[in-house]
Nanobody, 125 residues
Framework: QVQLVESGGGLVQTGGSLRLSCAVS????????MGWFRQAPGKEREFVTA????????YYADSVKGRFTISRNNVKNTVYLQMNSLKPEDTAVYSC??????????????????WGQGTQVTVSS
């Protein structure tokens, strides 16, 4: 079974930066598209960003575009989420997810096959 292990969450002040990591087990990491989702208290889970294994293209929600960057290191089997200029509204549980598809609806959580446990990100004023 594919395992996704997240790290890097924590407490940061408004305007600060944080980098999340998601380590993926197995030898086929490069053939998984990867995404990040978040869920704030009292809200539904929403798409944050994704990166395709087939094209390397990246996609971002409008709310984080220009502030967040997704990247991957296939040697380390790890995907990263660099978060800059953080705002209180970014506070949420962030989860990474893996999809077997190379071309898919990257904004849909139903398109992903494996999920990490989630890591809490809290942005204080």
């Amino acid at each position: 079974q594919v395992q996704l292990v997240e790290s890097g969450g924590g407490l940061v002040q408004t305007g600060g930066s944080l980098r999340l990591s998601c380590a993926v087990s197995g030898r086929t990491f490069s053939r998984y598209s990867m995404g990040w989702f978040r869920q704030a208290p009292g809200k539904e889970r929403e798409f944050v960003t994704a990166i395709s294994w087939s094209t390397g293209n990246t996609y971002y929600a409008d709310s984080v575009k220009g502030r967040f960057t997704i990247s991957r290191n296939n040697v380390k089997n790890t995907v990263y989420l660099q978060m800059n200029s953080l705002k209180p509204e970014d506070t949420a549980v962030y989860s990474c997810a893996a999809s077997k598809k190379g071309s898919y609806d990257y904004t849909g959580d139903y398109e992903y096959d494996y999920w990490g446990q989630g890591t809490q990100v809290t942005v204080s004023s």
